[in-house]
């Protein structure tokens, strides 16, 4: 029998919290003796909102070390189609455990209408050995409100993950050693992503499902063991310019077709590159 983990602290009833220089760790069951820690989606060091119970709270979260935390280093909820969540999260180190057979771990999740601005944090160490799903570094999930800047994002299995989003952005963030993606963007329409260093990862940056009128720009992309920038077929309508990449396998890879540059169905501007599928992305 475990004794389950809940939260290190938790702010909600639309309350307001300073959370700073503080160690915030070992936030997670308690095994019995030749047990595990759990799987259970529980264990978060710093809880802001939850929509599960409609609450929502603000925060201030800074200057913390987070770390053993069983599910998430913080998360800030709000309520879908009600009131919002918000924080200012910045100068904290969050620390996963590590590659882990036990649950898919996400150093920061910004979810359900939140709005939050993340910067100057350093989130690394979330990565889930089995691969059948993706611990992520930063987590933005059903809000266009996530404002990312000069984070330092690495070794997780994502880096910088934009999921079921209309708008955000993320700017001037080194983002490296992804298993998969340092930046995705899922089912996501009105992100910017720019001026971020994305080096040694899968790919360095990728578009899937139907993402659509983005803005990729000012990016250096180098050394991925996969694509520079990958674009999914179903990802239409985007524009990338004035990114540098080398060194990736290709540099630029767009599976759409239409109108656009090069028979793609996105724009391809002032792009600097060796290599592209199709030809004509990069020069």
């Known amino acids: 029998m475990q004794l389950p983990a809940f939260w290190g602290s938790r702010v909600d009833n639309s309350g307001s919290a300073n959370i700073t220089d503080n160690h915030i760790t070992a936030i997670h069951d308690i095994p019995a003796p030749g047990e595990q820690v759990s799987g259970c989606q529980n264990g978060n060091a710093i809880q802001i909102g939850r929509n599960f119970e409609g609450q929502t709270g603000s925060a201030v979260i800074s200057h913390n070390t987070i770390d053993n935390y069983q599910k998430t280093g913080i998360v800030v909820d709000g309520i879908i189609g009600g009131p919002a969540s918000s924080a200012t999260i910045d100068h904290n180190t969050i620390i996963g455990v590590g590659p882990t057979n036990d649950i898919a771990q996400n150093g920061i999740q910004i ?8 910067h100057h944090n350093q989130v690394s160490n979330n990565i889930y050995s089995p691969q059948t799903a993706a611990s992520t570094g930063i987590l933005i999930f059903q809000t266009g409100g996530a404002s990312l800047d000069h984070n330092t994002v690495m070794n997780n299995d994502v880096g910088i993950y934009f999921s079921e989003v209309t708008g955000g952005v993320a700017d001037r963030n080194d983002v490296s050693g992804s298993t998969f993606d340092g930046i995705a963007l899922e089912d996501a329409a009105n992100v910017q992503v720019n001026n971020n260093t994305t080096n040694n990862n899968g790919n360095g940056i990728g578009l899937y499902l139907n993402s659509t ?4 720009s000012r990016n250096t992309i180098n050394n991925n063991s996969g694509a520079g920038i990958y674009v999914e077929s179903g990802s239409t309508g985007n524009t990338f310019s004035e990114n540098k990449m080398k060194g990736n396998t290709p540099d630029a ?5 239409g109108a656009g540059t090069a028979g793609t169905g996105n724009t391809w501007k002032k792009n600097k590159g060796t290599t592209s599928i199709p030809p004509g992305l990069v020069s």
């Open 111 to 118: 979810s359900r209408g939140a709005s939050v601005n993340a």
């Open 253 to 257: 890879q767009d599976d759409t077709t």
């Open 213 to 216: 009128h983005n803005t990729i």
